[in-house]
């Protein structure tokens, strides 16, 4: 097929409620490493990575290698049948864990499963129903996860009951008016006025993203999940950390996101860059809280052992090139260079995120901190122009998302910089 005729066929054939980044879509014909390249040949720096999919690069070969070996032995059994690669994942998992503690996993397709097997479980260890989430997060595109989501235009049709939304740490646009750390995280401790006033005040338990991600990297302050994992134990909830986007290292130096923060969660979900690109979703939990999920359950493409196959070969990639320190290191070198850009560059208003998971926030104003949302599309839009593909989000859509392959150098991040340069100088020679 042509560009032209696979933009036809997107646009005939698939629901219009598939939308792309930019005016003209982007037809992605190959990738390789950091880069991947148009139905035209024009090559781009990938620091978007399929939306922190991509973690060790656009088709690795040494994941490539294992999982090209597994398709000629064993492609599909379902759950219904033990096999060594999804035997293999689960056990490797389990030593990865914040403190070894969430040793039982179930293997999904996606976050979004991965997520509603998470609350399901909850509710039947618990007994009750009642969830807790949090603005601004996303959770996938069920109707159960979308209510999870603490963002309207995230949320299409009938919402599911009992879950209820707390503030989030959004330090930047503090809900209260207040400046961290004099504000005493007040985010944090008024969770318990939620449960008060809007649950029964017995919880089935409290899901979060470590930083949010379609919100738009929003990074909490240390003291926030500590404070409210406490709150939710005493109202008889467990603690979900949602790392389908901050888990496998991103972050830097831990395997997960809530590990910054100190806090042992009941339940991890993950998906995305477990696996670089091949579908997977992960629900893990304490030997305990799993057993609450009494009865019989399969999932038919769960634990595929190809897609096992791959996420184990992430792994180990991962750990042999210890690329948890390369997050940190590289993580800390993007972020010097994220706020050199920001002290040029007028419409950035923030910079924040954690690790090879980083944000940057455009606004009108500096003092009124009216959000830029359209000045966040010209930018994608000039980025794409010199060669450079990022995210968005935020749920002011001014925000530009950064998540590249966890083993770029500092000469990629070079290469970034001199690109979002460039970019941001266009949308300000636009602006006048």
């Not at 005016?23 to 620091?47: H, M, N, S, T």
């Not at 599909?76 to 403190?99: M, R, W, Y």
């Not at 049709?157 to 961290?180: D, E, K, M, Q, T």
Request: proline residues 5%; hydrophobic residues 40%; aromatic residues 8%.
């Amino acid at each position: 097929m042509t560009k032209e005729e696979i933009i036809l066929a997107n646009r005939e054939f698939l629901f219009p409620a598939v939308f792309h980044f930019f005016r003209e879509p982007l037809v992605i014909a190959r990738g390789k490493d950091q880069y991947v390249w148009d139905a035209d040949g024009k090559q781009y720096l990938d620091f978007l990575g399929g939306i922190v999919t991509v973690s060790v690069g656009h088709c690795n070969q040494e994941v490539n290698a294992k999982v090209h070996r597994q398709l000629d032995t064993l492609q599909h059994v379902s759950t219904l049948f033990a096999n060594e690669p999804q035997a293999a994942l689960a056990q490797k998992i389990a030593s990865l864990t914040p403190g070894g503690k969430l040793t039982r996993s179930f293997f999904t397709n996606s976050g979004t499963e991965a997520n509603e097997t998470a609350i399901l479980t909850a509710r039947c260890y618990t007994g009750s129903s009642e969830i807790i989430a949090l603005r601004h997060s996303y959770h996938g595109r069920s109707a159960m996860a979308m209510t999870l989501t603490g963002q309207g235009s995230w949320r299409l049709g009938p919402p599911h009951p009992g879950i209820v939304h707390a503030h989030n740490a959004y330090c930047y646009r503090c809900p209260f008016g207040l400046a961290y750390p004099d504000c005493d995280v007040r985010c944090a401790r008024d969770i318990e006025e939620l449960i008060r006033t809007t649950t029964t005040g017995h919880i089935a338990g409290f899901i979060a993203e470590p930083i949010q991600g379609v919100g738009g990297y929003i990074t909490p302050p240390k003291e926030y999940f500590p404070i409210v994992e406490e709150i939710v134990r005493r109202y008889g909830g467990i603690f979900i950390s949602d790392e389908v986007q901050t888990g496998w290292g991103r972050t830097g130096g831990k395997w997960f996101g809530i590990e910054q923060w100190g806090v042992t969660p009941d339940i991890l979900t993950g998906a995305k860059g477990l696996a670089n690109g091949s579908p997977i979703g992960l629900t893990v939990a304490t030997p305990e809280v799993a057993a609450g999920l009494a009865g019989a359950t399969l999932s038919t493409f769960g634990g595929n052992p190809v897609t096992a196959t791959a996420a184990k070969a992430v792994i180990d990639f991962i750990e042999d090139r210890d690329l948890l320190a390369n997050c940190t290191t590289t993580g800390a070198y993007l972020r010097a260079r994220l706020e050199e850009l920001r002290a040029k560059h007028e419409l950035i208003g923030d910079v924040r995120g954690m690790g090879l998971l980083q944000a940057i926030e455009l606004v009108e104003d500096h003092r009124t901190k009216k959000p830029a949302a359209a000045q966040a599309l010209a930018l994608l839009e000039a980025a794409r122009e010199n060669g450079l593909l990022v995210g968005k989000g935020g749920l002011y859509g001014n925000v530009i998302r950064i998540t590249p392959p966890m083993n770029i150098g500092a000469g990629d991040v070079d290469h970034f910089i001199e690109a979002m340069d460039a970019s941001l100088a266009m949308c300000a020679a636009a602006a006048h």
